[in-house]
């Protein structure tokens, strides 16, 4: 098996000036973009629940926020070829486009119409779909738009965007609901994806070094099965990609079904829940702010190994908080933890993996996160059905150890640093 590991910023990298990238104009568009359709997505998401409850059973709305899951699934490694074989940035406009005009067609649908589920499905269908392809461009697009130098600080901007994303877009959709319904939240969510493509446009790329770009004369079979080889003979990636699989498969369940079992055990209810939440958010945005002022972190491979360690014993801890006010604060420590590991392992991602293959690695990595990792949810919620949510927990926790004990075995991944 080949050692591989990334190659030094050359040619590649004098397209972007070395300046931090919160003071370049190139970077700050692309996240204005960025920005504008996770909104976008967190204020469609809420306007799909919304409009499939209100439109069939429990059960049946259920099934239509699911359909998405799938095809996102199964085509995630295909849409990581399409990324590296057209270009990131085309790939995210064009996603955007059609993610837009879908999204604003079915809002005019139900302003005019109550047809029922079935254009919901079809636009969870293809909003899944379209993700399967939105997704790997979106994490190929930052080492195109900024210098290698950069792309820690620019991993934690991005951090900073999605928890603004997410603190902004679930109140947006609300008032859309309850100002004209679902037709108006899905309207708005539509508007704000539109928002993303003039800026995306405007974005400059960099072009790749000629032994970099792909020639074409490769089928996508053998550009995706090249990017797995070159994942699994990677001394940083292939080790990465096992520690974010375990970190994931530990800390989903109890931060998603868990966390709300545990809520109603003790009484806390959904203000209390919420609480939890806020804390745990607030704890991850710190995180991303430490990396976009840093811009890098010294022994990132052994940092992101400790605090994953710490952060699972934090997860563990959280089933047995005496109080509110305690697993408000225990739960702005794995926020902390967790998102530090977390940016840390994207960082080291990003400025590893060789541009022209990164479409192809976060593709690996997403599928691991978006679609393994949920299958833990309904594990979860039957283990703590039948053992209670302290023992889970605690499993739950050495899952997502494990993900450290893996970082400093391997020591490709233990010695890894940041690009200064």
Known sequence: MTAITAPPATTADAFVPERPA?????????????????????????????????AG??????????????????????????????????VVIGSDAVRCVAVLAVAALLWRADPGLWPLTVLALVFGTVDAVFTPAVGALPARVTSHGQLTRV???????????????AP????????????????????????????LISVRTRELPPEDASGGATTAWQDLVAGLRYIRGHRVLAPLMLAIAFGDLGF????????????????????????????????????????????????????AAYTI?????????????????????????????????????????????????????????????LGFAPLSMPLSAAAIGAWGTGPVFVVSAAVCGLGGVVALAAPGLRRAELPH
């Not at 934090?314 to 590991?341: E, F």
């Open 22 to 54: 919160h003071r370049d104009g190139n970077v700050l568009r692309w996240l204005s973009a960025y920005a504008a359709s996770m909104v976008g997505d967190n204020v469609y998401y809420l306007a799909l629940s919304w409009a499939a409850v209100r």
């Open 57 to 90: 059973s429990p059960a049946q709305a259920g099934v239509v926020m699911a359909v998405s899951a799938l095809p996102r699934a199964l085509l995630m490694l295909g849409g990581g070829v399409i990324a590296d074989r057209f270009g990131p940035r085309r």
């Open 155 to 169: 991993q934690g901007m991005r951090g900073l965007a999605i928890r603004f994303a997410s603190v902004v877009g």
């Open 172 to 199: 947006l959709g609300g008032l859309g609901v309850a100002l004209g319904g679902a037709a108006a939240a899905f309207g708005i969510a539509g508007l704000l994806i539109a928002v993303s493509v003039p800026l």
């Open 252 to 303: 989903v369940g109890p931060l998603n079904v868990g966390l709300t079992l545990l809520a109603d055990e003790r009484g806390w209810g959904a203000s209390g829940m919420g609480w939890v939440l806020a804390g745990f958010g607030t704890g991850a945005g710190l995180a991303s702010l430490l990396l976009a002022v840093r811009g890098r972190l010294p022994r990132a491979g052994r940092l």
């Open 309 to 369: 360690f710490a952060g699972s014993a934090a997860i563990g801890a959280l089933a047995y908080a005496p109080n509110l006010a305690a697993a408000v604060g225990v739960a702005l420590l794995v926020g902390l933890l967790a998102g530090l590991s977390g940016a840390l392992c994207g960082a080291l991602l990003q400025t590893q993996a060789e541009p022209a293959r990164l479409g192809r690695v976060t593709a690996v990595s997403s599928l691991v996160s």
